[in-house]
């Protein structure tokens, strides 16, 4: 739409400045013409800013939204591996894990 109605614009000024054996009535019905494509044009362009500043408020929302899920959610855990060489572990069937003789214990 932009393309079209700078096109026409153009035309329409070029059409208008260089009039000289039109009318009176046609000089400003072009007069008039290029002023209202001019509104138009400054119109459709509002019109994008708006579109471009609510996408860019859209994003930035998202944006902020996905920090905050990423920080409510992070958590440490702290693992130990233990490699163990007895075959023989004793089973504490009260705290339901296995004692090594070595002192490790495995859950």
Not at 64 to 91: L, Q, S, W
């Amino acid at each position: 739409m932009k393309i079209i109605v700078t096109k026409s614009l153009d035309n329409m000024t070029n059409d208008y400045e260089t009039a000289s054996d039109c009318s009176l009535e046609e000089l400003v019905e072009k007069k008039s013409e290029v002023q209202r494509l001019k509104k138009m044009r400054e119109r459709k362009r509002r019109e994008l800013f708006e579109e471009e500043d609510k996408i860019e408020r859209e994003n930035e929302r998202l944006q902020e939204e996905m920090r905050r899920r990423m920080r409510g959610r992070t958590r440490v855990a702290r693992t130990t591996i233990a490699f163990i060489h007895d075959v023989n572990p004793v089973f504490d069937r009260k705290r339901l894990l296995y004692i090594y003789p070595n002192g490790i214990f495995v859950v």
